[in-house]
């Protein structure tokens, strides 16, 4: 799927005509009551719903379950954009809302970012897009090398809110719970619609939660022959696979990918739970046939829209899509964000020890032993925090510290820079950093257990929309529905006391799915890591690694210093530590590849040591 939106002026048709859009040469195209170009772009019949009422049309893109006929009611009683707000809540799922009301256009996507918005102007006008390159190459942006400094700290880019800007120059994302509106002379600006809820609601029988989680699926499930699923062994998706088989939906197809070594017990619990789903088909693919992570490397992204995330295992996606589409699948579903969701961390019992300290007591004792902290480490971690700006002017002092595991976590992941990043570009991301610290940022939610949530569900949703720009070479889109709005706010609402249990790993989705997972299954307390596989597929490419860090952009640019890169990628480290600045890297100079013409190099950023 790739769209553009135009207002209803008559510069949009102009600035429909600048460029062509790659891959379009006969797009579909709706139109404003007026008889203007509104919508054009491809997308399948079962990706779109779209209702009129009068002068007014509303379309949803994407994986939307509600009924036509209820949302043309809806649409009836609508007179301003701002009554959009409601409407946006009636369907499940995860789409873009794009409305035409008597010449106004409202735009906005998910606040997961599965499904973004950008927008820049464009003749005069403001003109919005699913994609930041087709804006681009209509006014000619160029890449903003300020922004590639930014996405080199890892483990996940800039923190809040640089993380909102584009790495092109000129374009524009509404900010989480924006959305864009364009008025009838084609000016746009973005206003919000949605904020968190408070985490005052009983989990009770966690019915609420569960006709969310039905709900997402059932969206993704809806008129499809068959849809797949992983099935890895966690709790999370084999939850989904359970959600997805009682819905009674599309037929069930899982895929687990075995681990390489041989070690470590999901596979055990990716059969049990196969045994107990008799009416689905399951896949288990070997190490043998399983891509290696950082494989194929050379590979040029399908996308151009800035550097991948999590770009190691592209590979994987890849085959991903492809195995899936062979079994007549078109969307996976993933348990991507599960962990972020309801697994409750230090941020919780920070929030909970405000609330009600009684409860927490008990809990905060269980962390402290877990992760054998002195008393000291566990009354700072948790003592009165600072404000979101007081929080974000730390990490500019502590952007080259050492990470430290298991230390806890403040507002986000705090940010690092990599070791072989040049001096100046170091200087850079600390100029953009205090300056958005000058700007007195609000965070997402009032409680930093609430922000952190929201934020890193921004992670994981982004994550999705790039894997279905891998996948759709083979017709297959992914999906994450613990991401979907309606999920988000149906586990923030939730109390925290609720949201923490000594005895289950992960008490507000095992009160929720309890009768729908088998109860062996949703008590699972622990799970695998990944870091076997990463260390095979460094293992196994390290030559094709080594050759890359030779000869980069980055390092032509004045970002990376190559024979510092090449001494982390050359050594041997206790854990995954020292390699984990390596994928926003990768990912960078990957993407820069993509985009450069060649035999040539973006310009170098200007530093201002402040």
Known sequence: MEFVVLPDHPA???????????????????????????????????????????????????????????????????????DLDDLARLAAGSFHLVASLDGDVRVQGTLSTACQVFHTTVAGVTMAADRPETLADRVGAGVDEERVALELLSPFGPPWPLSERSVWRGVRSPRIGHCLEIDRNGVGRTRRWWTPPAPERPLGDGAFVREALFDAVAARSAGQPVVSADLSGGLDSTSLCFVADASGGAPLVTLHYEAHGGRGEDLAWARRAAAELPRADHVVVPPAETPDWYAPFAHTPHDREGPLMFVRARATVEHQAALVSSWGARRHLQGVGGDELFLPGVMCLHGLIRRAPSAALPHVRALRSRRRWSLATTMRTLASAPSYPRWLSTQVDGLAAERAWGSGAYWEISPKLPPWITPDAAATVRRLLREAVAAGPEPLAALPVQHEMIWINRVNGSAMRRNSRIGAHAGVTFHAPYTDDRVLEAVLSVRLADRVAPERLKPVLARALDGVVPAGILHRTGKDDASPTLYAGLRRRRGELLDFAGDTLLARMGLIDAAALRRVLIGTHADTRPLMPFDPTLACELWLRAVSPAGTTAATPTSRTT
């Open 12 to 82: 949009g048709a102009e600035a429909l005509a600048l460029a062509p859009t790659p891959g379009l040469p006969r797009p579909r195209v709706i139109e404003h009551h007026s008889g203007r170009p509104w919508l054009v772009g491809d997308w399948r019949d079962d990706e779109i719903v779209s209702v009129s009422a009068g002068p007014r049309r509303v379309v949803l893109l994407g994986c939307a379950s509600v009924r036509p006929d209820a949302l043309a009611a809806r649409l009836g009683r609508v007179r301003t954009l701002a």
